[in-house]
């Protein structure tokens, strides 16, 4: 996949205040910090789409973006879809009424929004399996939506470490799966898992215009 352009679209609070559920949609979440505007700005070959911080909780609230792009196999076949910058879970320097109601907001829109294809959970790979990462994993398997697991910021890790890591999750999750979803791992700064990870997505695209 080859993609055209990107641009920001709108950001609201509730799933009844987003768009016409009229394209396909694709979503990012990730524990807060877990690099996830850069992984979209990486994707999408522009730094300056979703805004990236140190600080955690930086998003708050459901960000959609208009993506145009090509299938890299026909140059004529061109798709429009929405990119979605959920809020992040977990810690954030924001109180506890704002975390319970990003929670809610969260909740809301991948069970309630019709148009989502595939959501993306990101996992820092430079630590062990997180209880909070397995939980929400879990808890879409449990609601049965359909979710690819992408591990960021490879580069900061040596393989050997980055290797065990990802097979450290892989085995907590077998404790409650029987079959693993679908997974990438990727770097922002080396650009690493950007071909996989956007095939993945024109594959999705290509199943539901059949």
């Not at 600080?55 to 979605?84: C, D």
């Not at 977990?90 to 809301?108: E, L, T």
């Not at 049965?144 to 040596?158: E, G, H, N, R, W």
């Amino acid at each position: 996949m080859e993609i055209i352009n990107a641009s920001y679209l709108i950001s609201k609070p509730d799933v009844a205040q987003c768009p016409a559920a009229d394209r396909p949609e694709f979503a990012f979440i990730g524990r807060s910090n877990v690099g996830k505007s850069s992984l979209i700005n990486m994707l999408t070959g522009n730094q300056r789409l979703a805004k990236t911080s140190a600080a955690p909780g930086k998003t708050q609230m459901i960000n959609h973006f208009v993506v145009k792009s090509r299938n890299s196999a026909n140059a004529k076949s061109v798709a429009e879809w929405y990119l979605v910058d959920l809020p992040g879970y977990g810690y954030a320097k924001v109180s506890q009424k704002n975390r319970k109601s990003w929670g809610k907001m969260i909740d809301d829109y991948l069970r309630k929004r019709d148009n989502l294809l595939t959501t993306f959970v990101l996992i820092d790979s430079r630590h062990e399996p997180q209880a909070i990462d397995l939980e929400f994993v879990n808890q879409m398997g449990e609601w049965q939506l359909p979710f690819a697991i992408v591990f960021t910021k490879a580069d900061k890790m040596k393989p050997g470490g980055l290797q065990r890591n990802v097979e450290a999750f892989a085995a907590a999750l077998r404790e409650n799966w029987e079959a693993l979803p679908a997974f990438f791992i990727s770097s922002s700064t080396d650009k690493s898992g950007k071909t996989e990870i956007l095939d993945y997505v024109q594959g999705i695209l290509k199943s539901v215009s059949k």
